[in-house]
């Protein structure tokens, strides 16, 4: 074939082919930009608000890990890390072993700062929390309360068990890029997805907390393993604000090592009270503080 009659040959092919692409893309329903999606189209399926949460597996024993107690990784010896900067402090978490990457590489990590908060129709939650003989350690990060089973938060028509309650100072979550005194987060698991749902509660300084007034006592000063105290009981139902149907809601992680992103978190947006001298009891407690700094929220959504 001359050189003619293959240029020829040539156009004919480069003409059918561009001419089925133009068909394809023209047959295919273009979707408008990003920037003028709804919102739930902006997120990925698994990332919709409200009713839409996901729900995915969650840690094995959620009682056992760093934020909501320590991590245990195979039998090992666990990895130091801690709230100082230095090697083992927050900025360099994801570093330490390869099962706390998360912690430097995930895109959805808590705490967060509470500000731009999408008006959203939220579903009331439903709380049925019942007293507990109070079972208390100090697990070096934090102070813990473990929680007997049969107190629950329904949360979209879900079933969260309350597997235990535990403390940040400062608060770990701000709000408009300010912290709280202090933070109590209580932690619930599905028993049967193991899908996690943490509610956190401002501590701001102010009157004495009779609650924690009752707890703190036998508050272990250094680290300790659970100890179960005769005759005393805790009621978690006492550290929640009077407006609980005022609340934020977003998707985030565990705040300390491993940071596993599968968390539907709920921070209600009224305080309630504790004095100077049981934030400075905790604090001594915990070696002065026990909170992450907060992380960005990427694509993530803020609902209130």
Not at 79 to 95: D, K
Not at 123 to 130: G, H
Not at 194 to 203: I, P, S, T
Request: contains cysteine; glycine residues 6%; proline residues 8%.
């Amino acid at each position: 074939m001359n050189i003619h009659k293959r240029l020829f040959v040539l156009g004919l092919l480069s003409f059918s082919t561009t001419g089925l692409i133009a068909g394809h893309l023209a047959a295919e329903p273009q979707r408008p930009p990003l920037e003028r999606l709804p919102i739930d189209d902006q997120l990925p399926i698994d990332k919709l608000p409200v009713d839409k949460l996901p729900v995915e597996p969650a840690i094995e024993s959620v009682t056992e890990q760093a934020d909501e107690g320590s991590h245990e990784s195979g039998g090992m010896e666990k990895p130091h890390w801690g709230y100082a900067e230095g090697a083992g402090g927050p900025e360099n978490w994801g570093m330490l072993n390869e099962d706390f990457a998360a912690c430097s590489v995930g895109q959805e990590q808590s705490p967060i700062n509470l500000t731009g908060a999408v008006d959203s129709e939220l579903a009331q939650l439903s709380l049925a929390y019942q007293p507990t003989p109070l079972k208390i350690l100090n697990n070096g990060h934090t102070v813990q309360v473990n929680y007997e089973p049969g107190s629950v938060l329904t949360l979209d028509g879900e079933t969260f068990e309350l597997l235990q309650f535990h403390f940040h100072t400062p608060s770990e979550h701000t709000v408009e890029g300010e912290a709280i005194a202090m933070e109590v987060h209580l932690v619930h698991q599905n028993p049967v997805t193991k899908a996690l749902a943490v509610v956190g509660v401002f501590m701001k300084e102010g009157l004495e907390n009779p609650e924690i007034a009752a707890i703190w006592p036998s508050m272990p000063t250094s680290k300790a393993d659970e100890k179960t105290v005769a005759d005393q009981m805790v009621d978690v139902a006492n550290l929640l604000p009077t407006d609980t149907d005022s609340f934020y809601r977003y998707y985030g992680s565990l705040t300390t090592p491993p940071c596993s992103e599968v968390v539907n978190w709920i921070v209600m947006k009224e305080p309630i009270e504790v004095s100077r001298s049981q934030i400075d009891q905790f604090a001594a407690a915990i070696d002065e503080m026990n909170a992450r700094p907060v992380q960005p929220l990427h694509r993530r959504f803020l609902l209130d």
